[in-house]
């Protein structure tokens, strides 16, 4: 079909934010082309996604489109929102509330890291626990490794080491508040002598790596200033380097050997979903 909107281009970006807003027409199948050009200007195409407001009856949208190559999802997804009348639809809610029963007063099996002095973030759920067979029950609110803890049942006002706490006493009921996470990559060119710029836990744990703080002059403030819609922020977690995951220590092993040298750094980070621009 005719083309009827073409987006800015984003350089040297994984996960592009565009933030763009058209109009098209609404009765129609309307086919989101993803691609990517190189430095001649040769274009390629990556995946595709399809949108069809008049076949589901509804005049709104907000949400994930699954991408495809080929009659083939690839994996990715692109997040947009769709209005034929009226305003947008309400962002999809990240957070959910859940309630563990646990008469016994059995182990919950959750294990958190309370590096981040505002939520818990839950490192694994271990096997035949509570919190196991709990999450065994759940389709769509699964308390889960990846997801972060904002309240856990009376410690609303207290810190994040009340909460631990109280999980670590194994309740009879507990309630908790949980987060989603979203992930986002980005890609940094550390110059020879230079850094990749980020504070680390001494001593972390789990699976993941937080960053207390962006430090000044580093690969990841220049990445900051180039990309304004895709900061990075004090507390956001690495969970991967270069695809790679494992244990914080491995993680953090892995940015180390890159400082003083020229290289080339993918950061796969994550943040609580109401926190990622989309």
Not at 186 to 192: A, C, M, Q
Request: charged share 25%; proline share 6%; net charge negative.
């Amino acid at each position: 079909g005719d083309e009827l909107f073409k987006s800015q281009q984003k350089k040297n970006v994984l996960d592009p934010v565009w933030n763009e807003e058209c109009d098209l027409p609404a009765n129609m199948p309307l086919k989101f082309t993803v691609f990517q050009s190189d430095v001649d200007g040769n274009t390629d195409v990556l995946a595709c996604a399809t949108l069809d407001l008049a076949s589901t009856g509804t005049d709104q949208f907000n949400g994930e489109l699954p991408l495809e190559m080929d009659g083939k999802l690839i994996g990715g997804i692109l997040t947009l929102k769709a209005r034929s009348v009226g305003d947008y639809p309400a962002e999809p809610s990240s957070e959910f509330t859940v309630t563990i029963e646990n008469p016994k007063k059995k182990a919950l099996g959750l294990e958190v890291d309370a590096m981040d002095p505002s939520r818990l973030f839950v490192v694994r759920v271990k096997k035949g626990t509570v919190m196991d067979r709990f999450n065994e029950t759940q389709l769509e609110n699964k308390v889960d490794a990846g997801c972060f803890i904002t309240s856990v049942t009376a410690a609303d006002a207290g810190s994040i080491t009340d909460m631990e706490k109280i999980l670590k006493k194994n309740p009879k009921q507990v309630e908790l508040v949980c987060k989603r996470a979203k992930r986002f990559r980005i890609s940094l060119s550390v110059p020879e002598g230079g850094s990749v710029g980020i504070a680390v836990p001494q001593k972390p744990m789990g699976n993941s790596l937080p960053i207390p703080e962006v430090k000044a002059g580093g690969a990841v403030e220049a990445w900051n200033t180039d990309h304004p819609d895709q900061t990075v922020e004090p507390w956001d977690r690495i969970v991967a380097v270069n695809g790679k995951a494992g244990k914080a220590a491995d993680l953090l092993k892995q940015i180390k050997a890159k400082g003083g040298k020229s290289a080339s750094l993918v950061l796969t980070l994550v943040r609580m979903s109401s926190e990622v621009a989309s």
